[in-house]
T-cell receptor, first 112, second 112 residues
Framework: GQQLNQSPQSMFIQEGEDVSMNCTSSSIFNTWLWYKQEPGEGPVLLIALYKAGELTSNGRLTAQFGITRKDSFLNISASIPSDVGIYFCAGQLSGSARQLTFGSGTQLTVLP | KAGVTQTPRYLIKTRGQQVTLSCSPISGHRSVSWYQQTPGQGLQFLFEYFSETQRNKGNFPGRFSGRQFSNSRSEMNVSTLELGDSALYLC???????????FGPGTRLTVL
């Protein structure tokens, strides 16, 4: 089946630092979504991207839809303790209705 | 607007039993997708329903089934439970516009 390669798998950063994570695929996606999941909860949608090259921000978060449509990245600026969680990328193939293919997640730890 | 609700939040069953999980999407949303989340396999797509019709199905055995009602509420059923079915089952709600999907808190199923 389709696979998304998400990296890094985990990150330990100091409060105030910037963070970057990315996802790559061998398939072309027409939508990229970025989610954050905290323990015991479902994933929360952070940013949605719909066009190649699109750059979208949501507060301290910025994500881009790669030009080739096979990759996406998420940046978090000036990290704070509440940024702790697992971040997932998810891609949707053209013609796949609402089926999402998920990356394996990036576990983010913010040290005070 | 109320979010996606899932019931029950926790379930403990034994091997061989069956289970039914329920999901109520965001008001006005007609698409409901189901995902299984496990530490080993991550988030995997089960199926998607739209206006009471299954539009897409993931690579799961026939023991996993679902349905959607006229009010868009959805249920998924797992028959003849196996130990490997222990997982967090998530449903996602989607509107008719962009491809954003919003997840519920999940149902934690433990099979003993």
């Amino acid at each position: 089946g389709q696979q998304l390669n998400q990296s890094p798998q985990s990150m330990f950063i100091q409060e105030g630092e910037d963070v970057s994570m990315n996802c790559t695929s061998s398939s072309i996606f027409n939508t990229w979504l970025w989610y954050k999941q905290e323990p015991g909860e479902g994933p929360v949608l952070l940013i949605a991207l719909y066009k190649a090259g699109e750059l979208t921000s949501n507060g301290r978060l910025t994500a881009q839809f790669g030009i080739t449509r096979k990759d996406s990245f998420l940046n978090i600026s000036a990290s704070i303790p509440s940024d702790v969680g697992i971040y997932f990328c998810a891609g949707q193939l053209s013609g796949s209705a609402r089926q999402l293919t998920f990356g394996s997640g990036t576990q983010l730890t913010v040290l005070p | 607007k109320a979010g996606v609700t899932q019931t029950p939040r926790y379930l403990i069953k034994t091997r061989g039993q069956q289970v039914t999980l329920s999901c109520s999407p965001i008001s006005g949303h007609r698409s409901v997708s189901w995902y299984q989340q496990t530490p080993g396999q991550g988030l995997q797509f089960l199926f998607e329903y739209f206006s009471e019709t299954q539009r897409n199905k993931g690579n799961f055995p026939g023991r996993f089934s679902g349905r959607q009602f006229s009010n868009s509420r959805s249920e998924m059923n797992v028959s003849t439970l196996e130990l490997g079915d222990s997982a967090l089952y998530l449903c996602a709600s989607g509107g008719t516009g962009q491809n954003e999907q919003f997840f519920g808190p999940g149902t934690r199923l433990t099979v003993l």
